[in-house]
């Protein structure tokens, strides 16, 4: 039977977890710090030693872990490619600026456990060789900003931050920077920019690759919420152990957010890949299944920029079995939720948010929803995303308001065409035209029907009036 | 009008500013500690943090210009925002939305923040809070609401004094 597995939110939700360190204590709070302060330098076969950070470090690459922020990449790899020679120091950042929409996660860590993402931070920091760092949370969670600063004084009077952390000589001081409503601040070169006091304009890479040239032109990490939280959970069970969570290659567990049209929207942490998408919307453990009398209509997998997945698809994904590589058809709800099997399907789990649509729902609506959104957040900075996400936007806005036209679908998807592709600085221009061309390539109909309707209806009402509309393009 | 700031907030713009190497950097937190006591950012805020941290005045007015949550004019007293993105319109954030203006006299036509005539609200749609399995959610200045409906949408305006 497809359940819950608890790492992270292990304790959040018990009746009277607080976010106080003297609750965080009582339930085995800071003893993976300890233990990882403890590690001792091993002497290799070939006379070298490897260090406690180096052998973290190593630990978190063979756990396996894959960033939760959104594109899932090696978190060991990121922290390998760490300029350590440069001599400049090395900053983390814990990026909490949780805003692609669907996605509510980081919320519950931080606003019911605050302590744990600083342990897996502190950690995370003392592998790095990192003296300072920054928790940037969005402008919108006043309350968790305060619950992170109190949170930090906290540990700091508890002597697990600060100078000299525990009598071993490191130091560490971390500070919480608050963000102030723009999405784009969650990639995480804007993310730096923003932090170093200017507009939140990403840089290109290269040469700006964050753990080369990242805060103040110094190497920097960039971890989610979530991920940091993992490694306090690596360090405690060892990172082969932790491997064995989840599946090869998608392991640990991942708190997915639920919502939209099904019984029981929230958050659940699963093992990766244990559990199916169909399993997640209609299990009684989880969604519970959709509202009485509805159907499935669609799904978005990772965050609103993850390309839509429609009922009834179906996905040819390749599969081990019997040591042979075999595709094996699969429908849209039996792909497991994971990483790799969600990327198989065209798409990505993203964020983890899934966001569900019954038959109740005008497709069209909901992309001109995600398009206003797009256009709202677009920084500005490069051509095709600024025009692009507004000239896709309005001409939603249209079709959505009486005004749309039978080539909108057309129209909409040679813009949605042209943004991405490296014409753009940041992964921005993706995640706007992503949602574009999967609703349209896979609810054409819908959309020719809606403009042509209009264009029937206007045609007869108002000749003139139709053509003067030829300037909204 | 002058522009002063009081002692107590000073020190506290003073204290933000050692938390990061270079004084630049503190320009957010300073722009939320000054509009937190002010209600906005004036022209002169803008000149006193500039001056504060060393930097041009413009500097700082792009960041007030680029950031959706500085405002340059005062808002009202009580600051609604209610979630306007997919989840939450699909668990009926319009409604709450239009609700909130028809009861507190707003257009609920009009784009864009508005806020009553005594000054003691402000609506607002803004893009997704991060609340989305809890749909619909909302901000009333600091506080969070989740799974909003009418009725309690009335209660959060009643506890507004």
């Given at each position: 039977?497809?359940?819950?597995?608890?790492?992270?939110?292990?304790?959040?939700?018990?009746?009277?977890?607080?976010?106080?360190?003297?609750?965080?204590?009582?339930?085995?709070?800071?003893?993976?710090?300890?233990?990882?302060?403890?590690?001792?330098?091993?002497?290799?076969?070939?006379?070298?030693?490897?260090?406690?950070?180096?052998?973290?470090?190593?630990?978190?690459?063979?756990?396996?872990?894959?960033?939760?922020?959104?594109?899932?990449?090696?978190?060991?790899?990121?922290?390998?490619?760490?300029?350590?020679?440069?001599?400049?120091?090395?900053?983390?950042?814990?990026?909490?600026?949780?805003?692609?929409?669907?996605?509510?996660?980081?919320?519950?860590?931080?606003?019911?456990?605050?302590?744990?993402?600083?342990?897996?931070?502190?950690?995370?920091?003392?592998?790095?060789?990192?003296?300072?760092?920054?928790?940037?949370?969005?402008?919108?969670?006043?309350?968790?900003?305060?619950?992170?600063?109190?949170?930090?004084?906290?540990?700091?009077?508890?002597?697990?931050?600060?100078?000299?952390?525990?009598?071993?000589?490191?130091?560490?001081?971390?500070?919480?920077?608050?963000?102030?409503?723009?999405?784009?601040?969650?990639?995480?070169?804007?993310?730096?920019?923003?932090?170093?006091?200017?507009?939140?304009?990403?840089?290109?890479?290269?040469?700006?690759?964050?753990?080369?040239?990242?805060?103040?032109?110094?190497?920097?990490?960039?971890?989610?919420?979530?991920?940091?939280?993992?490694?306090?959970?690596?360090?405690?069970?060892?990172?082969?152990?932790?491997?064995?969570?989840?599946?090869?290659?998608?392991?640990?567990?991942?708190?997915?957010?639920?919502?939209?049209?099904?019984?029981?929207?929230?958050?659940?942490?699963?093992?990766?890949?244990?559990?199916?998408?169909?399993?997640?919307?209609?299990?009684?453990?989880?969604?519970?299944?959709?509202?009485?009398?509805?159907?499935?209509?669609?799904?978005?997998?990772?965050?609103?920029?993850?390309?839509?997945?429609?009922?009834?698809?179906?996905?040819?994904?390749?599969?081990?079995?019997?040591?042979?590589?075999?595709?094996?058809?699969?429908?849209?709800?039996?792909?497991?939720?994971?990483?790799?099997?969600?990327?198989?399907?065209?798409?990505?789990?993203?964020?983890?948010?899934?966001?569900?649509m019954?038959?109740s729902v005008d497709i069209v609506e909901a992309l001109a929803n995600l398009s206003e959104f797009y256009a709202h957040?677009?920084?500005?900075?490069?051509?095709?995303?600024?025009?692009g996400s507004l000239w896709m936007s309005k001409a939603l806005h249209r079709l959505t308001h009486g005004r749309g036209r039978k080539n909108d679908a057309d129209y909409l998807e040679?813009i949605a065409?042209?943004?991405?592709?490296?014409?753009?600085?940041?992964?921005?221009?993706?995640?706007c035209?992503?949602p574009v061309?999967?609703f349209v390539?896979?609810f054409r109909d819908e959309f020719i029907a809606k403009g042509a309707a209009d264009e029937e209806r206007n045609k007869q009402a108002a000749p003139a009036k139709e053509k003067n509309l030829a300037a909204v393009h | 009008?002058?522009?002063?700031?009081?002692?107590?907030?000073?020190?506290?713009?003073?204290?933000?500013?050692?938390?990061?190497?270079?004084?630049?950097?503190?320009?957010?937190?300073?722009?939320?500690?000054?509009?937190?006591?002010?209600?906005?950012?004036?022209?002169?805020?803008?000149?006193?943090?500039?001056?504060?941290?060393?930097?041009?005045?413009?500097?700082?007015?792009?960041?007030?210009?680029?950031?959706?949550?500085?405002?340059?004019?005062?808002?009202?007293?009580?600051?609604?925002?209610v979630?306007r993105t997919l989840?939450c319109a699909l668990?009926g954030s319009h409604e709450l939305y239009k609700?909130?203006c028809?009861?507190?006299?707003?257009d609920p036509h009009q784009h864009g923040?508005q806020?009553?005539?005594?000054?003691?609200?402000?609506?607002e749609f803004?893009e997704?809070?991060?609340?989305?399995?809890?749909?619909?959610?909302?901000?009333?200045?600091?506080?969070?609401?989740?799974?909003?409906?009418?009725?309690?949408?009335?209660?959060?305006?009643?506890?507004?004094?």
């Open positions: 039977m497809p359940q819950e597995f608890k790492l992270i939110l292990k304790h959040a939700d018990e009746p009277g977890y607080t976010p106080d360190i003297e609750c965080y204590l009582r339930h085995g709070g800071y003893e993976a710090l300890k233990k990882a302060l403890a590690m001792k330098p091993i002497e290799l076969p070939d006379g070298k030693t490897k260090s406690p950070q180096e052998q973290i470090r190593d630990d978190v690459k063979l756990s396996g872990l894959r960033g939760r922020g959104g594109a899932g990449f090696s978190a060991g790899l990121k922290w390998s490619f760490v300029d350590r020679k440069s001599g400049k120091p090395i900053y983390l950042i814990c990026n909490a600026d949780e805003s692609e929409p669907g996605t509510f996660k980081d919320r519950q860590i931080i606003h019911k456990d605050p302590h744990q993402l600083i342990e897996g931070m502190i950690i995370s920091c003392f592998a790095n060789d990192v003296h300072l760092a920054y928790i940037y949370i969005r402008g919108e969670m006043p309350k968790g900003a305060k619950l992170l600063n109190q949170a930090l004084a906290e540990a700091r009077a508890k002597g697990f931050l600060g100078k000299n952390i525990l009598g071993t000589g490191y130091d560490l001081e971390i500070y919480v920077h608050r963000g102030a409503g723009a999405y784009i601040c969650g990639e995480e070169t804007g993310l730096i920019e923003s932090l170093e006091g200017k507009r939140a304009y990403p840089r290109i890479k290269p040469p700006y690759f964050p753990a080369v040239l990242g805060l103040y032109m110094c190497p920097t990490i960039v971890n989610n919420v979530e991920t940091l939280c993992h490694v306090k959970h690596i360090v405690t069970m060892g990172g082969a152990e932790y491997a064995k969570l989840g599946t090869p290659n998608n392991t640990g567990t991942r708190i997915v957010s639920l919502s939209g049209h099904v019984k029981r929207p929230g958050y659940y942490e699963i093992e990766v890949g244990k559990v199916t998408l169909g399993e997640l919307i209609n299990h009684p453990n989880f969604g519970g299944g959709l509202r009485d009398g509805r159907k499935l209509k669609a799904i978005i997998p990772g965050g609103s920029s993850s390309k839509v997945l429609k009922a009834g698809e179906k996905f040819k994904l390749k599969r081990k079995v019997d040591g042979k590589d075999v595709e094996v058809e699969t429908d849209v709800l039996d792909l497991p939720y994971d990483f790799d099997s969600l990327m198989q399907a065209g798409t990505m789990s993203g964020s983890s948010a899934i966001i569900v019954d038959d957040e677009s920084c500005g900075q490069c051509t095709p995303c600024r025009e040679k065409n042209n943004i991405p592709g490296g014409r753009t600085i940041c992964a921005f221009g993706e995640a035209s992503w061309q999967s390539a896979k | 009008m002058s522009f002063t700031v009081p002692p107590n907030l000073e020190a506290e713009i003073d204290e933000l500013i050692t938390h990061y190497p270079v004084k630049r950097s503190a320009s957010l937190m300073l722009l939320h500690a000054v509009q937190e006591h002010f209600g906005y950012i004036s022209q002169e805020a803008v000149e006193w943090i500039a001056k504060k941290l060393g930097l041009q005045p413009i500097n700082v007015y792009e960041l007030v210009t680029f950031y959706p949550m500085f405002r340059q004019q005062p808002v009202g007293k009580y600051q609604i925002k979630c989840s668990g609700h909130f028809t009861k507190l006299g707003l923040l806020t009553t005539k005594d000054g003691k609200f402000s609506v803004v997704c809070l991060a609340g989305c399995g809890m749909a619909p959610v909302m901000m009333c200045n600091e506080d969070f609401y989740e799974n909003v409906s009418t009725a309690k949408a009335d209660e959060i305006v009643s506890q507004c004094k």
